[in-house]
């Protein structure tokens, strides 16, 4: 089983700064890894697929990189409603798929 | 638009069964794949079980976590626009908040639309 582990676990940041979350996959994942945003209270949100490609409708401040082990999803420019637990997500190796423990990013 | 709404979750005893369904809107069914994930309390997201698109072979193949293997079975049915994930021996450690998502294409394995989750607590 492919183990992803995200780090920091916590992101403290002011608006309009950049978010820079770190996934990193136990093996080599290729580029099959994406990225969610989940909020309280609702359903997880695709933004990145494919480890770089945007989901319909994701803003451009969303963008996402890297390939094997060591993936980085970036916001470019924090706006208040990013507040979020973000995820990573591996499809290379499955079953199981597996997904890493989450990044909180929250306001200052 | 895709829309996606779980119902059946609720309170049953350690040992007991639970049926969730997920009943789906705005796309075809039988065109994509479906999973269930979970996510505990204070936990991230565990995938628990996927049934492919399979064309038309659809509903032969189920892949399960090995966590709910032999315990959960995942179904569809197409007709009723609803997916099902039967649960039977349920543990403490199941006690979650269950999400249906949808497969972004019919063989993509990324999530792109999820419901808003239904609780199943299990307890005594």
């Known amino acids: 089983e492919i183990v992803l582990t995200q780090s920091p676990a916590t992101l403290s940041l002011s608006p309009g700064e950049r978010a820079t979350l770190s996934c990193r996959a136990s093996q080599s994942v290729s580029s099959f890894l994406a990225w969610y945003q989940h909020k309280p209270g609702q359903a997880p949100r695709l933004l990145i697929y494919d480890a770089s490609k945007r989901a319909t409708g994701v803003p451009a401040r969303f963008s996402g990189s890297g390939s094997g082990t060591n993936f980085t999803l970036t916001i470019s420019s924090l706006a208040p409603e990013d507040s979020a637990v973000y995820f990573c997500q591996q499809r290379s190796n499955w079953p199981p798929f597996t997904f890493g423990q989450g990044t909180k990013v929250e306001m200052k | 638009q895709v829309e996606l709404v779980e119902s059946g979750g609720g309170v049953v005893q350690p040992g007991g069964s639970l049926r969730l369904s997920c009943a789906a809107s705005?796309?075809?069914?039988?065109?994509?794949?479906m999973h269930w994930v979970r996510q505990a309390p204070g936990k991230g997201l565990e995938w628990v079980a996927l049934?492919?698109?399979?064309?038309?072979?659809?509903?032969?193949?189920?892949y399960y976590a090995d966590s709910v293997k032999g315990r959960f079975t995942i179904s569809r049915d197409s007709s009723r626009n609803t997916v099902y994930l039967q649960m039977s021996s349920l543990r403490v450690e199941d006690t979650a908040v269950y999400y249906c998502?949808?497969?972004?294409?019919?063989?993509?394995?990324?999530?792109?639309?999820w419901g808003q989750g239904a609780l199943v607590t299990v307890s005594s």
């Open positions: 998502a949808k497969d972004l294409g019919n063989a993509w394995y990324y999530l792109d639309y």
């Open positions: 705005g796309f075809t069914l039988s065109n994509f794949g």
């Open positions: 049934t492919p698109y399979e064309g038309p072979y659809e509903g032969t193949i189920k």
